[in-house]
């Protein structure tokens, strides 16, 4: 425990710890999520590094896990967030040159679907001990599923995200937040 009374893991390799952010600000919640993923993918990279000098420990394994949890959950409500509530009124109503950003940007979260299953599957072996190391196959697959995240964040955030929050009226956040919410509490 640290001072400030916040749980952490006894090493540096597994998992993170970011700060809540409540649905009652959609926009701000989809933020998090980013920093969320750019923390997940840091976590991808250190795990690399530390099966390639140390091997497949006890917390490489469990940062196996953490990669592949926030991957397989999170992750994808988060496009589903941004399918429903971001890209249909850009597509609707914004400018041709987002409306086709935006298209890209759907295009990307359909790659980043078909990246994820092939990067899981060494992710998957070593958490289950299947596996002791990456192998020269897997660093491509791991390197395209981070790097399609770097410029599809930029985006997001510096053109759809404002974009959009100037189209919705601000009566249109609170019910945006409780759907995100409720989609959740579904899983």
Do not use: S
């Not at 390799?13 to 923390?39: D, I, K, Y």
């Not at 949890?69 to 941004?82: S, T």
């Amino acid at each position: 425990m640290e001072a400030t009374g916040v749980a952490t893991r006894p090493t540096g390799l597994p998992g993170f710890n970011t700060p809540a952010v409540g649905f009652e600000e959609p926009f701000a919640m989809l933020e998090a999520c980013h920093e969320r993923v750019q923390r997940t993918l840091d976590l991808l990279q250190r795990l690399r590094e530390h099966v390639k000098n140390v091997g497949a420990d006890g917390p490489a394994r469990q940062a196996a896990l953490d990669v592949l949890r926030y991957f397989d959950v999170a992750a994808p409500l988060h496009h589903q967030d941004e399918e429903l509530h971001v890209f249909p009124p850009l597509l609707a109503q914004g400018p041709a040159e987002t409306a086709a950003m935006v298209q890209r940007l759907l295009q990307d979260h359909a790659a980043m679907v078909d990246d994820w299953a092939v990067a899981r599957q060494p992710l998957l072996a070593l958490a289950e001990g299947r596996t002791h190391a990456f192998g020269p196959l897997d660093d491509p697959v791991l390197d395209r599923f981070a790097q399609r995240y770097i410029q599809h964040i930029e985006d997001e955030e510096g053109i759809a995200y404002p974009a959009v929050q100037a189209l919705l009226p601000p009566t249109a956040l609170v019910p945006m937040g409780r759907e995100m919410a409720a989609r959740r509490q579904q899983r």
